[in-house]
């Protein structure tokens, strides 16, 4: 079992001191992953969550914190934070995931994504001063291209790599990935703070709507970068997607007509698979090419490139030749 070393538990006694609080009850760990150790502590009025980052490469509390200011309904409220050692203590904001909640929830829940991702866009300066990587425009293109020249990672035509062929397509099907990084990053929608894990056990309904948790992977991008993973949740059911997809795109229509929007939002579902990928490469990065989770992310991310190719390919053998 695992529990907060002598000098967490004192940095936690002090930080609850100070808005008269007191541990009451023993520290138990409720999730103990490669990248993050959480802790659930019982206080004399409520709980509270200590979270300890492993890398401390994102200022998530300093994210957070700066979120409170500005979204105080969206997120749980900070108690303390400490950069340096990746230490965040916040409240709890209840057990209630969005998973559980019926559907208007769920339209609730975008369209606050979406008003909460307006407010951070003019602070984009500051989120990156905070520690939150840049993932826009030529940024996400160099990451693009770094992925591809990673030959540890894809390992094209060995065994438990990408397939030549397949490894071939990703290639030739960079330039046209790259133009709608670009074309994203061209329109008249100012790149935002980027969650990059809303899912539903990521939402937390409180007693006044969805609260997002969890913003180690936040980056500045472009917004709707944001909303395509809740649409895993039910994936299948078209009409349902189409619903959140609408609903998440309505705090944005003063800014371009809903074609548009809806157009640029096509663009990002296009790119879902090498999304996930970029994401899981900048993991690797921050493990270490030795560490276990590196191994299962590389099957990940050959996995996800291996679906696009096959898809795209698929899709190219069934398309009506040209008369001409």
Known sequence: MITPSSEMLNWID???????????????????????????????????????????SVGEGAIVFRLTQLVPEHVAEVI?????????????????SLDTRPEPDW????????????????EVEEWLKLGAPDWRGEALVARIDRLIADTWMLRPGEPDGITTVHYEHICSRRDLDVARVRRLAEDAIPAALVH?????????????GPCFIDWSDA???HPF???????????????????????????????????IL?????????????????????EITK??????????????????????????????????????
């Open 262 to 282: 809806r157009t640029r939002f096509d663009d990002v579902l296009q790119m879902r698979a090498l999304y996930e990928g970029l994401r899981w490469h900048r």
């Open 80 to 96: 303390a934070f400490d950069s340096t050692s990746g230490w965040l203590l916040s409240r709890d904001m209840g057990d209630c």
């Open 219 to 221: 980056v500045v991008a």
């Open 14 to 56: 002090q930080a609850l001191e100070t808005v008269g609080q007191a541990r009451h009850g023993a520290v138990e760990m409720v999730r103990d992953a490669a990248r993050s150790t959480v802790f659930r502590i019982p206080c004399n009025r409520g709980r509270c969550y200590f979270k300890v980052d492993h890398f401390a």
């Open 196 to 208: 990059q894990d809303v899912v539903g056990e990521n939402v937390v309904w409180a007693a006044h």
């Open 107 to 122: 339209l609730a829940c975008v369209r606050a994504l979406a008003t909460l991702q307006r407010a951070t866009s003019p």
């Open 287 to 324: 493990f270490g090419h030795e560490h276990p989770q590196s191994h299962r992310l590389r099957r990940d991310v050959v996995a996800g490139m291996t679906m696009v190719a096959e898809f795209d390919l698929r899709r190219a053998s069934t398309r009506p030749a040209d008369p001409s």
């Open 225 to 259: 970068y944001a909303c395509d993973r809740l649409l895993d949740a039910h994936w299948s059911d078209r009409a349902w997607r189409e619903r959140i997809i609408g609903a998440y795109l309505e705090p944005f229509e003063d800014l371009a007509p809903a074609s």
